[in-house]
C-alpha cells in the first residue's frame, strides 16, 4: 500500500469508532469514476466489520468531498462465513446488481429438514418469499452471491433458490415498499482503466467539483446536464408541477426521494393492456449527460390528454425512483409532468468572433459535427462566418453550400482544408561552415531529456563520440541533474531513474566540457534539431555563445538509402548490419549513430560526394515528399482563383503525394499559392512544433514568414501534452502561445485564437470518444474540449493574456481574415460538362451507323423520330460528351475481353443503345429482320415487351425475326425537358477496372 488510508483522505475527519475501524486496515485499492463522482474502495480487514461501521466512513467520506457514492467492498481476513453475515452480502450484491434489489426483501435462510437457520455442508439455500427464482438465475445472481462470499470470506458457496420460486404479478402489485437500496456503480466505472492505489487521478476526482443544477428563478431559467431549459411557462399534461427544486437526471436515484428533474424525451413507446382499458407507457428522459426509463400507466380515457408526450418533447417531471415490480429494474415513476421549452446557447457579444478552424464529419472517422448543425449553430451564435478545414479533403462543400441554402443562412461559408503539409525544401545541414567527411572532425552525439520540450525539460544524459575519417577518437558520457523527477513514461522510454540522477552534476558542470570535447566539430545527430535545441536552450540559459553546424542523419539516410521505408535509428541499424544496442540510452545512440555516419560517408563516397557542400548541392530538389514528415496547415480559400488552386492542390496530394495521407509539398503549394490564405494550424502545425523544441528566435521568424497569419487555441486542445510528459505544465502551454503572438507582434503577422471544432456542444465529446475508440486509440476517452465556442467563452479561455490582446487574437483579427475573403460558391450553378472537340459529330454518326445496320437505310419514321428527338435533346444540353465518353470506355473494356454492363435508367435512352452504350431497345415491341432489314412495330399496347412475341418469319425474305423492344419513355432518363443531367452507369470487370481507370485518366 503507497500511503496510509487517511493520508489518501486527507479532508475526512473520522470519529473515535471510525478511527478503530481503520486500525483493522490491512491494505487497500481504490479506484475512481471522476465524472460520476464515485470512489470505491477494495479493502483488506483484519477481522470482521459490522457493515454498519463501513456505512459510517463511507457517508463521511462522501461528505468531505461532495461525492455522489463512496463505497467501500470489504474482504475480511481470518473469517470463515457464517450465515449471520448474509445481509452484508446482499447489501454487497445491490451495489453490484440493480436487478437483484427487491427479491431478497424477507428472504430467510434454512436447512431443508426444517432446523435452524444455518448452511448446508458448501451449499447455501436462500428461501424467497416474492418468486422469481427464474429471473435470478437467468440474471446470475447465484453466480455473484457466491463470487461476494469468497471476496469477502474465502469461501465458496453454492446457492440454491428455494421457498416460492415462481413470480405472481398479482402479489407483486400489492407490494407498496421496498428496501432501501443502493443504486450500483456502473460497470463501465469497474471495468475502465483507473484503478490505482492511492493514484493521481483518485486525488484528481477528489478534488473536482460537483455537477448540479443551476436555477435562475426570475429569469425561468435552468441549467442541468448539459441542457438549458425556459421553465418560466410550464404546460402541464399529466397532473400539476408544483416543484423546481430541479437535479440533474444523473443524480435521480432510489436513495433521492421524490424529485424534479428536466430532460428530453426519446425512445417513446406506449401499448394497451390485454383489457385495453389502461395505457402502458414508457419513454427515456435525457439531458445529454444522463438518461433515465420512465413508465407510467393511466386509464385509456386520459389518452387524450396525457398522450400528448413524444419524442423530441422537452419536459419538467416530479418522479420517484424505484424498481419496476414486473422486470426487477429502477425506473423513475412520475407524479406530474409538463412541457417546457429548450433553450440553445447564443453568443450575447456585441461584435462577435470567427472560427476559422473547423471540422465536420467529412474529416474521417474525426468529427461528429454534422453541416447543417454548423450552419444551424453558426447562425444561433450571430456569427458572421464560419470556415471549413476538413483533413485533406473538400467533401463538405456541396454539402454545407446545400446546408447554407436549406436553412436560408445570411452568413459566409470560408471554404478550406486543413492540409497536410511537408517541407520539400527541408535541408540535412544546418549552419555556415563547410566540411571534409574525410578531413574533419565530427561530434555525434544523443541526448535523453524529462520530455520533449526544449523550453522548459531539462537534459539528463548526454553521450558523445569523437569521428574523423571512420576511427572513434574519443567518447563523452555524463548523466545530469535535472532537478525534477522523471515521469514513469520518461523512465520507461529511457531506463533512466531517479536514484540514477540524484548524484549526477548539474548541467553547468556538464555543459562546459560537452562543448570543449566537441570543439571545432561539426555536429552529427539522429533528428538533429530536437538535440541541438536542448544544447542551445542550456547554453542560452547559462550564457554561452553556441553556434553550431550539425547534420541531420534523417535526412542523409533519406537521400542515401531511398529504399528504406523507416529512418529511425533502429532501423537504419538493422539496414546496415551493425547489431544491437541499448536503444534510448544516450551514449549507446550516438556509439550506433557514429557506426551508421560512417556507412552513409561510404555511400556518398561512392557518388563522389566528400564534401558537406557536395551533399547539399546533391540533395538539393531530390527528397521525396511521402517520406518526409508531415505538419497540419490550415488553407483558406480567399477568391476563385483560390478555389480552384485549393482543388488543383488537392488533387496533386491525392494523385502524387499520397501516403498514409494526402500531402501537400511546400514547392507545390509555393506554386499555387494565389488566392489562397495560409494558416500555422493546431500543435500538430509546423510552427507550433518549432516553438515546442525550442528552436532558435531567428529560425522561428524565418518559419513564421511563410504563414499569412498564427494560430493558437484553448489550453485544453493541449492538454494532453501535459498527460503525456511532452510539456511540464499548463504554464508551459501559455508560454508556447505567447510565443506564437510575440512572433506575430514582430513580424505583423495576425494572430487569431480559434477552437479546432470536431464537435458541437461539449456533452457531443462522448460520440467522438466513441469513434475514437472503435480505431483503438489508447487515449480515446482522453478529456479533449474540441466543442463551438461563443466569444464570451472564447474571451475566458484566453484571460491570461491582457484584455486587450485576448480581444485582438479572438475577435479583431478573426474578423480581419474572414474580411479578407470574397463569398463564393465552392460548386457553381449550373451544368459544366467536359469538351471533346467533334463530340457531337461523334454521338451522331456512331448512332445513325449502328441504327442502319439494324433498321437500313432510311430508317423506319418511329425509329428515325425517336433517334433524332434524343439526338437534338442531347446535343442541344451539352450531353453529347458524356455519351460520347461512356462509348468510349465501353469500347475500351470490349477490346480488352470484357463485357460491359449497364444499368439504371440509362436504358430508357434510344440513343444510349445505338451508341453501343446499353442493350436495352426502349423503343415499342417490335420484329426486325438481320436480313433484309424489315421491321414491324406494335403500338397499340397489345404486347408489353418484344422478348414475349411469338416466332414469326419475314414476310420479305423468309428469316426468323428478332423481337426486341420494351416501350421505355426516354423521359425516363433526361426528364420531361431532356434537360436533366444523364446518370450512365456502368459495371466493368474487376480484372479490367483498373485499366479503365488509367484510362479515363
Known sequence: MAKPFLELFKKYEPSDSDRNVISKILEYSAKADKEARIIACDVVFDGYVPMSSLFSIENAIAKAYELSRMEIHPCFKGISFDVCYIEHVFIELSRRSASTNGFFSGAFLEKLDGSEVSENDDTLYISLRNGGKNLLVS?????????????????????????????????????????????????????????????????????????????????????????????????????????????????????????????????????????????????????????????????????????????????????????????????????????????????????????????????????????????????????????????????????????????????????????????????????????DFKEDKFCVFDIETTGLSAKDCKITEIGAVLYQNGKVLDTFSSFVNPHEALTEQISNLTGITDDMLVDAPDIDEVLPKFLKFSKNCIFVAHNATFDISFISKACEDLGIEFKPTYIDTVSVSRYANPDLKKHTLDAVGKYFDLGDFNHHRAFEDAHMLALIFAKLIEKLDTEGITKISQMVEAMSGSCDPKKLKSYHQIILVKNLTGLKNLYKLVSY?????????????????????????????????????????????????????????????????????????????????????????????????????????????????????????????????????????????????????????????????????????????????????????????????????????????????????????????????????????????????????????????????????????????????????????YSEFITDGSVGSGFDLPPKPCPKCGTEMMGDGHEIPFETFLGFHGDKSPDIDLNFSGDVQGKVHKYTE
Not at 460497470?187 to 448540479?212: G, Y
Request: charged content about 25%; overall charge negative.
Open 139 to 435: 440474471g446470475g445472481a447465484d453466480g455473484m452471491i457466491s463470487d461476494i462470499i469468497e471476496e469477502m470470506f474465502g469461501d465458496r458457496k453454492k446457492i440454491e433458490f428455494c421457498g416460492i420460486t415462481e413470480l405472481s404479478y398479482e402479489d407483486l402489485a400489492g407490494i407498496d415498499s421496498l428496501p432501501d437500496i443502493h443504486i450500483p456503480i456502473p460497470q463501465e466505472v469497474r471495468e475502465a482503466d483507473i484503478e490505482r492505489t492511492a493514484s493521481a487521478t483518485l486525488t484528481s476526482a477528489l478534488n473536482s467539483e460537483p455537477t448540479e443544477a443551476i436555477i435562475d428563478i426570475d429569469e425561468g431559467i435552468v441549467k442541468c446536464g448539459g441542457m438549458i431549459f425556459d421553465v418560466s411557462e410550464i404546460e402541464n399534461v399529466y397532473n400539476t408541477v408544483k416543484d423546481i427544486n430541479i437535479i440533474p437526471i444523473r443524480q435521480a436515484n432510489l436513495d433521492s426521494g421524490n424529485f424534479t428533474i428536466c430532460g428530453e424525451v426519446f425512445g417513446y413507446e406506449k401499448k394497451l393492456t390485454k383489457k385495453q382499458d389502461k395505457c402502458i407507457v414508457s419513454f427515456y428522459v435525457g439531458d445529454k449527460e444522463a438518461a433515465h426509463v420512465v413508465k407510467m400507466f393511466y386509464p385509456v380515457e386520459k389518452d387524450e390528454e396525457y398522450g400528448k408526450i413524444s419524442d423530441g418533447k422537452c419536459i419538467i417531471m416530479q418522479a420517484k425512483a424505484q424498481i419496476d415490480k414486473f422486470d426487477g429494474t429502477p425506473c423513475l415513476n412520475p407524479s406530474a409532468i409538463g412541457f417546457i421549452k429548450k433553450k440553445s446557447k447564443t453568443d450575447a457579444a456585441e461584435e462577435k468572433r470567427v472560427e476559422l478552424h473547423l471540422h465536420t464529419m467529412l474529416s474521417t472517422m474525426d468529427s461528429v459535427f454534422s453541416c447543417s448543425d454548423v450552419i444551424k449553430t453558426a447562425v444561433r451564435y450571430g456569427h458572421k462566418a464560419v470556415a471549413i478545414t476538413d483533413h485533406g479533403n473538400v467533401q463538405a462543400f456541396p454539402e454545407i453550400l446545400a446546408a447554407k441554402r436549406k436553412q436560408k443562412a445570411d452568413i459566409k461559408v470560408l471554404y478550406g482544408i486543413e492540409s497536410y503539409f511537408v517541407d520539400d525544401t527541408a535541408k540535412a545541414v544546418f549552419g555556415e561552415n563547410d566540411g
Open 653 to 933: 496530394s491525392y494523385l502524387d503525394y499520397y501516403h498514409r495521407h494526402p500531402r501537400i509539398p511546400k514547392t507545390v503549394l509555393e506554386q499555387h499559392r494565389d488566392g489562397l490564405i495560409i494558416g500555422s494550424a493546431c500543435e500538430a502545425g509546423e510552427l507550433y512544433q518549432a516553438v515546442l523544441q525550442g528552436k532558435p528566435w531567428t529560425d522561428l521568424c524565418d518559419m513564421a514568414k511563410f504563414y499569412d497569419y498564427l494560430e493558437i487555441q484553448p489550453l485544453g486542445n493541449n492538454q494532453f501534452m501535459i498527460d503525456k510528459g511532452i510539456v511540464q505544465s499548463r504554464e508551459s502551454l501559455i508560454e508556447i502561445n505567447k510565443t506564437n503572438i510575440k512572433l506575430g507582434d514582430e513580424l505583423g503577422i495576425p494572430v487569431v485564437a480559434t477552437c479546432d471544432l470536431h464537435f458541437n456542444e461539449p456533452t457531443d465529446e462522448i460520440f467522438r470518444q466513441i469513434l475514437l475508440a472503435g480505431q483503438k486509440f489508447s487515449d480515446a476517452d482522453k478529456h479533449i474540449p474540441l466543442y463551438y465556442r461563443t466569444t464570451e467563452e472564447m474571451l475566458k479561455e484566453f484571460d491570461y493574456l491582457e484584455p486587450e490582446k485576448a480581444y485582438e487574437i479572438v475577435v479583431t483579427n478573426t474578423n480581419k481574415i474572414a474580411d479578407m475573403i470574397e463569398d463564393i460558391l465552392p460548386i457553381p450553378d449550373g451544368s459544366f460538362t467536359p469538351h471533346l472537340d467533334g463530340a457531337e459529330e461523334e454521338l451522331t454518326s456512331n448512332c445513325y451507323k449502328y441504327a442502319h445496320e439494324l433498321y437500313g437505310d432510311p430508317l423506319p419514321e418511329i425509329v428515325e423520330t425517336r433517334l433524332k428527338r434524343e439526338l437534338d435533346s442531347i446535343i442541344s444540353n451539352g450531353f453529347a460528351v458524356l455519351y460520347v465518353i461512356a462509348r468510349r470506355l465501353v469500347k475500351y473494356s470490349e477490346e480488352n475481353g470484357y463485357l460491359v454492363g449497364s444499368r439504371g435508367s440509362v436504358g430508357s435512352s434510344f440513343a444510349a443503345t445505338m451508341g453501343g452504350i446499353s442493350e436495352v431497345n426502349p423503343l415499342s415491341p417490335h420484329y426486325r429482320c438481320s436480313n433484309c432489314k
